[in-house]
């Protein structure tokens, strides 16, 4: 489904709750929220998570937002808060080697799937953010910029960026020479140089061009790998 379902409305000034609220309103209920992290990194594994928000006063997070907008430390809080207080959530986590093996749209909606798939209660309607995603086996609707606009999309978000940071901050022990503890597997200064002076790393991802290039398996040319705040 590409459409809200007949007979519902969201106002553009409805808020971080308008669309949990307005699918309420008519029946439709739990609703999951799904967003990843880690799609336009290339090292280190892409993660999603999903998400269901109790109704009501319960499912209002205190200071809930889209994950790239937080600081760290409060993307840790709210972390904690959608932990406690979501019907249901998971997290999936998609190695490099299988986001190789797929290709970054695969590895990114089928992780999307896993995701809700994985939810300890089945939703009755998903939404998701951006673009639409097959097979969830539930209705649903692609909503742009959905992390700053929809409050359980929200939540997955930080459910996702939360473990995958930590993820890379452990990855970081086990090749320091990469920094991973400070941008996270995504392009700088610092992780190209580390690429062209140490190769690759097993947890980098093949499919991407700096990192072929670091390899010696591209000509020297130029290389585009998405910063985060785009990812």
């Not at 967003?35 to 999903?50: Q, S």
């Not at 269901?52 to 994950?67: E, F, R, T, V």
């Not at 907008?69 to 406690?84: F, G, I, S």
């Given at each position: 489904m590409t459409h809200l379902p007949t007979g519902v409305t969201v106002r553009r000034d409805a808020g971080l709750y308008g669309y949990?609220?307005?699918?309420?309103?008519?029946?439709?209920?739990?609703?999951?929220?799904?967003?990843?992290?880690?799609?336009?990194?290339?090292?280190?594994?892409?993660?999603?998570?999903?998400?269901?928000?109790?109704?009501?006063?319960?499912?209002?997070?205190?200071?809930?937002?889209?994950?790239?907008?937080?600081?760290?430390?409060?993307?840790?809080?709210?972390?904690?808060?959608?932990?406690?207080?979501?019907?249901?959530?998971s997290v999936v986590v998609v190695e490099s080697e299988e986001c190789d093996r797929l290709g970054m749209h695969v590895a990114n909606v089928e992780a999307l799937r896993r995701a809700v798939a994985k939810l300890s209660v089945r939703p009755s309607y998903v939404l998701t953010d951006g673009f639409p995603v097959d097979g969830l086996e539930v209705p649903g609707l692609a909503v742009w910029k959905g992390d700053r606009v929809a409050a359980c999309i929200a939540a997955a978000s930080v459910l996702a960026k939360v473990t995958r940071d930590r993820i890379m901050t452990d990855l970081d022990g086990a090749w320091p020479a990469y920094d991973f503890k400070t941008h996270k597997g995504y392009i700088t200064e610092v992780h190209s140089a580390a690429l062209l002076e140490h190769g690759p790393s097993p947890v980098h991802r093949m499919r991407f061009v700096n990192v072929r290039r670091a390899a010696g398996l591209e000509p020297d040319t130029l290389v585009i790998c998405r910063p985060e705040e785009d990812a």
């Open positions: 949990e609220r307005a699918l309420r309103r008519v029946g439709i209920e739990p609703i999951a929220g799904v967003d990843e992290a880690g799609r336009g990194a290339c090292a280190g594994p892409l993660v999603a998570g999903a998400a269901i928000l109790p109704p009501g006063k319960a499912g209002i997070i205190p200071g809930l937002a889209d994950s790239k907008l937080l600081t760290e430390k409060a993307r840790e809080r709210v972390y904690d808060q959608v932990v406690r207080r979501a019907l249901a959530w």
